[in-house]
């Protein structure tokens, strides 16, 4: 039982290329989202998924794309990377709470 | 709009002794409270959370927290921290918005001991 894991752990791009970040949950939850967290300023929602298929955007959604086309999955794409995109990345599936995956750190030179 | 203060960003404390961490809300609505911890390089670990009832909630390591809807806090305490606590600290609250369980996060408390 894997619980919340996040592939890959580290990326460095380079500004304009593209990337995707995959989150995998083996709990059968509904609910999956994505985080991004930087220094002050605590964890702010990107998108969000109800369920396979349906995505919605967060809090701070510019710059990303997600798809939910499996019920375990839930990826995060950058199509063209920028330097205000540096910072970690963190996966969260729930049922009543939510579970965090261990991130990925991300830095776009 | 809800929105949570976290009242210090750094907690520096030495060992054993006790330890508060203040987290004010901000909702006109009731709301689901919740303290999650990350240590270095890990993702992030529910604390403890309050949903209802009483308003004294214990979690795991030994911390505690107290639900005060008159002062819209929460904050989080132990009595005797050790050199593994260790850890940023987040106050988040809950409501259920849009289709999903909102989560709104603290800007995050540094807590250090020191031996």
């Known amino acids: 039982n894997a619980g919340v894991t996040q592939t890959p752990k580290f990326r460095v791009l380079k500004t304009g290329q593209s990337m995707t970040l995959l989150c995998a949950q083996d709990?059968?939850?509904?609910?999956m989202y994505w985080y991004r967290q930087d220094p002050g300023m605590g964890l702010r929602l990107i998108h969000y998924s109800v369920g396979e298929g349906t995505t919605a955007k967060g809090e701070v959604p510019d710059g990303y794309n997600v798809s939910r086309l499996k019920k375990q999955n839930f990826l995060l794409g950058l199509e063209s990377a920028a330097p205000s995109q540096t910072s970690v990345y963190f996966c969260a599936t729930s049922y009543n709470e939510q579970f965090f995956g261990p991130g990925t750190r991300l830095t776009v030179l | 709009a809800q929105s949570v203060t976290q009242l210090d960003s750094q907690v520096p404390v030495f060992e054993e002794a006790p330890v508060e961490l203040r987290c004010n809300y901000s909702s006109s609505v009731s709301v689901y409270l919740f303290w999650y911890v990350q240590y270095p390089n890990q993702g992030l670990q529910l604390l403890l959370k309050?949903?209802?009832?009483?308003?004294l909630v214990k979690g795991i390591n030994g911390f505690e927290a107290e639900f005060n809807k008159s002062q819209t806090s929460f904050h989080l305490r132990k009595p005797s921290v050790h050199i593994s606590d260790t850890a940023e600290y987040f106050c988040?609250?809950?409501?259920?918005?849009?289709?999903?369980?909102?989560?709104?996060f603290g800007a995050g408390t540094r807590l250090a001991v020191h031996p």
């Open positions: 709990m059968n939850h509904e609910y």
């Open positions: 988040a609250v809950s409501r259920y918005s849009g289709g999903y369980n909102k989560l709104i």
């Open positions: 309050y949903l209802s009832g009483s308003t």
